[in-house]
């Protein structure tokens, strides 16, 4: 079995694919259908949208025309962050599945804590009434099952106790040389699963000298190493491609990175900034 294929246990009773394909900034139109259909033909069964993206038409359209089951992909989007009432998730999520054509979604979350335009705001209310209409799209089976992302271990914590449905999957930003420990161990005490979004930094680290370096000892390049890392850490990893090199390789995870060599990229820092990444 490849690390494709393998799935992690959620708190809902269902499983999730180990690695997801990302589609943040592929284009509505043929760039985001490529590119899905790429994954989906390189073995992927994970598809990651978001409203916020703009895409999710592109990408239904890709899941309907694969021929491969629906149950066999596995399909997230989410509630755009702005969305802070019970009001605005159901329109948007209306929106959602106008747009992507599907009779469900494997996976639904709150996009962030807080509108992008005012990081830090505190919408904890707002987050348990977004929560609360989730938990009706999960009532009425058009999603099966709901989490957040980019939610702090605090905003974790405020939203828990007002929840009937357990927040399955928290999707942070986490790449080697992030420092995201309080954050997991959070999660991990809740059973909630971590999904790993911009495993390269948006690209940055895709050259970094030392992911390089040691990738050429495993005959892998810095992106596979990274994503394998996040697997080893039990995180789904959400690599994003847009060319269908980078996609195939990206598939390409079936090694083992050393304990030794764990801790070596763990304990990297500031892995986005430096010189040459
Ligand atoms: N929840 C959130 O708030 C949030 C935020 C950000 C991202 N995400 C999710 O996470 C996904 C991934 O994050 P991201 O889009 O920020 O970027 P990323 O996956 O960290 O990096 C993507 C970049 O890496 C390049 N790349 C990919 N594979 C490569 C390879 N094998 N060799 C060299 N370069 C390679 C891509 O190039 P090409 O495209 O040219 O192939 C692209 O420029 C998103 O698409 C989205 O689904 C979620």
Redesign the pocket.
Known sequence: MSALTETFPLNSGTTIPKV???????EEGDECYGAVRAALDAGYRHI???RA?HNEASVGRAVRDSGIPRDEIFVTS?VPAEAKSHEAAVEQFDISMREIGLDYLDLL?I??PWPWGERGKDCREENKEVWRAMEGFVADGRVRTIGV??FSRADLDSLLPACTITPAVD?I?W?IGLDVAVNVADCTEHGIVVEA???????RI?NHPDLVDMGRRYGV????LSIRYLLQKDAVP??????P???R??AEVDFEISDDDMATLGALRDTASQPGA
Do not use: C, M
Request: net charge positive.
């Open positions: 997801g394909f990302g589609t943040w900034l592929l990651d949208t978001a993206y989410k979350l996009h962030a992302s980019n999707q930003r790449f979004h911009s495993p390269f930094a948006h690209g895709v390049s810095a992106p596979q959400l690599p994003k491609a847009t060319s090199e980078h996609i390789a990206n």
